[in-house]
């Protein structure tokens, strides 16, 4: 959300004010649309696998045998990614 105000248009920043302040029956997936125009989603991933690399390398770092980390590691690239 924060990252939506601070990339908008005027246009694109009105029709999200006037989402948080009203309940539609299409509120989610006009706020979704909104979101993928400001690339927000695009974003979400670039960030998303800065985490997993950050995680990785501090997994690499940790004093415990590979053998026994490879198993998070494997879990960790899982949840990131998997879809929905």
């Not at 924060?2 to 706020?31: C, G, Y």
């Not at 974003?43 to 997993?52: R, V």
């Amino acid at each position: 959300m924060i990252r939506a105000l601070e990339d908008h248009n005027p246009t694109q920043k009105e029709e999200l004010d006037q989402l948080l302040q009203i309940d539609r029956e299409d509120k989610v997936e006009s706020v979704l649309k909104l979101y993928k125009d400001c690339k927000i989603d695009q974003w979400a991933l670039e960030l998303k696998g800065q985490f997993l690399n950050d995680a990785l390398t501090h997994f690499d770092d940790m004093a415990v045998v590979s053998k026994r980390k490879q198993p998070l590691k494997d879990l960790a690239i899982f949840l990131v990614k998997r879809e929905h």
